[in-house]
């Protein structure tokens, strides 16, 4: 099943879920942190066949017994196509929608820092959209 994936795109793969896995408990623990949230919840997706990974964050309503999430978003999306990478990031709530970035750059090309560069954008900006909720 992966003969359509070579190991240059499984090493980048894997490459990007971890960043982005990092990605998601740096900002679970920033919004704790500065709100005091305790259900936040990330995880990270990622399907190699697709060649897809995406940074679910999810804000849970425990005060509701059915526990429903009240705040969902893919925030960030990654997808490789023809050797070039695609990133984009954004945040939508009942609040609205943020585009935070939309990037693409050839493998090699690929500035990794680039998760460096957004977080402080992306914190703010979740903060804002979490805050219309509590």
Known sequence: MLTTTNKKELEILSLLSLKI???????????????????LYSNVNTNVIKK?????????????????????NDIVNIKIEDDIIF??????????IDNIINYNDKFDDFNMNIFDDIFPMLSSCINEHINCYI
């Not at 896995?21 to 259900?39: A, D, P, S, T």
């Not at 990133?87 to 609205?96: A, D, H, K, P, Q």
């Open 21 to 39: 896995n990092h990605l998601g408990i740096i900002l679970q623990l920033k919004i704790f942190e500065h709100i005091g949230l305790n259900w």
């Open 52 to 72: 897809m990974i995406w940074l679910r964050l999810e804000l849970i309503d425990q005060n509701i017994r059915q526990n429903s999430s009240i705040f969902e």
């Open 87 to 96: 990133l984009t990031c954004s945040v939508y709530s009942n609040y609205g």
